[in-house]
């Protein structure tokens, strides 16, 4: 099983639309849990931290749940411009290294 | 802030050919990281380092070797490079490890 797996998609959503996305992790120890956006051709930038309490910023809402270890990504009211791939990235603790998913692909059409 | 830089941003390689990826950070981050990148695949971890001077391989290292002789500069070197070797690499850095990456905008590198 690999240590964090992500449905690639892609998911053709228009404008307007909620979309979620599941990442699940295999490793018990994991601490730190990110949600990573990519542009095509582009570096990944950091979206948003996942909290275990769960936390919002603007239209995106992310979640973690220990017990059935995945994360989620919730966007509401979607737009043309959230069109990219969304990367899941998990950190054990302890070991500092950024452990990616392979990513979700979002498509937003007119 | 530069942020991450990276350079080349593009080369072609000869298969056996040798050149070294530069990476340098501006923001005293003790962690860097080196990725590749397949087409429709996720970022995978070639080696990483948590400080100068300290430098440990990740999943996929063979083929490539690298140095962390300062705080900013973290190259990665490939010798005798092979098709196989072909893909995008990201250099990454973190101030404490279990925080944001921030990244370069990476090396697109096609051994023919």
Known sequence: RKEVEQDPGPFNVP???TVAFNCTYSNSASQSFFWYR???????????SVYSSGNEDGRFTAQLNRASQYISLLIRDSKLSDSAT?????????????TFGRGTSLIVHP | ????????????????????????QDMNHNYMYWYRQDPGMGLKLIYYSV??????????????????????D???RLE???PSQTSVYFCASSSQGDTEAFFGQGTRLTVV
């Open chain 2, 51 to 72: 400080g100068a001077g300290i430098t440990d391989k990740g999943e996929v290292p063979n083929g490539y070797n690298v140095s962390r002789s300062t705080t900013e």
């Open chain 1, 15 to 17: 404008e307007g639309a």
């Open chain 2, 80 to 82: 005798l490079a092979a």
């Open chain 1, 86 to 98: 969304y990367l899941c990235v998990v950190i054990k603790g302890g070991s500092y290294i950024p």
């Open chain 1, 38 to 48: 990519q542009d095509c051709r582009k570096e990944p930038k950091l979206l948003m």
């Open chain 2, 74 to 76: 973290f190259p990665l």
């Open chain 2, 1 to 24: 802030n530069a942020g991450v830089t990276q350079t080349p941003k593009f080369r072609i390689l000869k298969i056996g050919q040798s050149m070294t990826l530069q990476c340098a």
